[in-house]
């Protein structure tokens, strides 16, 4: 199956700052790759996500941005505030042979205020 | 829109106990619903895809004769989890796709399982 890797695995910025989360797949047929925030304890909650025929995709303070031929995808967050203090994860998706998700790792951001 | 229940959010229960997990979508119907563990810290592992009126479909490594799909409707799953051990303790969330739609899956809110 797909195989997701995510980095890093923590990340500490300033109040204002940026974050940026990385992720690498395995399979070149996966086509849809969507970003989870995640608070403890709760459900995850989609933020953003992106499709194969897409390079980048913009949403106020955050994006994702895709690179088919390397097969990597990474988060970016602009002007970080303390809410943003969570566990994020990528995921990987092939939308044409059952929509499994697969996810990465995960990033646990803490914006310092 | 799209809201997925999952009942019950916490349970306790003795080892050797079977427990199960029911998976509802609200105000959509969903011909395939996911089910996914996770532990402490780590990320949500997908356990099964769960297709209505057919067999789930189980990842690599995990026990179908343990953990039980059923998705006899197209607004419920459960999933059972046999003779429960204390290594089986961890968070369950399901995850639904509305009919007629590949993505985004919605996803409940979760089942903390402690087996003592």
């Known amino acids: 199956g797909e195989n997701v890797e995510q980095h890093p695995s923590t990340l500490s910025v300033q109040e204002g700052d940026s974050a940026v989360i990385k992720c690498t797949y395995s399979d070149s047929a996966s086509n849809y790759f969507p970003w989870y925030k995640q608070e403890l304890g709760k459900r995850p909650q989609l933020i953003i996500d992106?499709?194969?025929?897409?390079g980048e995709k913009k949403d106020q303070r955050i994006a994702v941005t895709l690179n088919k031929t390397a097969k990597h995808f990474s988060l970016h967050i602009t002007e970080t505030q303390p809410e943003d203090s969570a566990v994020y994860f990528c995921?990987?998706?092939?939308?044409?042979?059952?929509?499994?998700?697969?996810f990465g790792t995960g990033t646990s951001l803490t914006v310092i205020p | 829109g799209a809201v997925v229940s999952q009942h019950p959010s916490w349970v306790i229960c003795k080892s050797g106990t079977s427990v199960k997990i029911e998976c509802r979508s609200l105000d959509f119907q969903a011909t395939t619903m996911f089910w996914y563990r996770q532990f402490p810290k780590q990320s949500l592992m997908l356990m099964a895809t769960?297709?209505?009126?057919?067999?789930?479909?189980?990842e690599q490594g995990v026990e179908k004769d343990k953990f039980l799909i059923n998705h006899a409707s197209l607004t419920l799953s459960t999933l059972t989890v046999t003779s429960a051990h204390p290594e089986d303790s961890s968070f369950y969330i399901c995850?639904?796709?509305?009919?007629?739609?590949?993505?985004?899956?919605?996803f409940g809110d979760g089942t903390r399982l402690s087996i003592l």
């Open positions: 769960s297709n209505e009126g057919s067999k789930a479909t189980y």
């Open positions: 995921a990987a998706s092939i939308g044409n042979t059952g929509n499994q998700f697969y």
């Open positions: 992106i499709r194969s025929n897409v």
């Open positions: 995850s639904a796709l509305q009919v007629g739609r590949s993505q985004p899956q919605h």
